[in-house]
């Protein structure tokens, strides 16, 4: 007999975050992007991220907040890791008018299929900030709890 899969699962939205994001949600636990992460644990949405996001995080938490090293692994245990994008879909986030340090991160969300981008950098992002491109939606973080569903 095939396995059939669980019909909740499929309605879950998948939300890419940004480096941003990961570090928000690491150094600040009681903030918006922490919640989203609760909300994964909850089943309520999937987490997913490229290595370039995570390691970005991670080099920023370095120079930054080097003592929350651990409470970003805590994060991504919530977090699904996604291959980066091939190199074409980076040239056509490239134009989409992001700079190359960017352009990975829209890049790899449309490769992973994502329903959402969730950033805060309104200054790379922000342009695209309620826009959806090939399937992805830009969100900003302040949205993304609405994004999901979640009242407060």
Known sequence: MGSRADPPALLKPRLFLDANVLFAASITPAGRAAALVQLARG???G???SPHA???ARRNLALRYPSH???LRIVLEAVTLVPEAPGFLVIWALEQGLPEQDAPILAA???AQADALITGD???FGPLFGRTLRGVRVVPL???LAFVGFRP
């Open 69 to 71: 090293a651990d409470r």
């Open 43 to 45: 089943g309520i949405c």
């Open 109 to 111: 969300a449309v490769f």
């Open 47 to 49: 987490l997913l991220a």
């Open 122 to 124: 309104r200054t790379h």
């Open 54 to 56: 995570v390691e970005e």
């Open 142 to 144: 302040s949205q993304a």
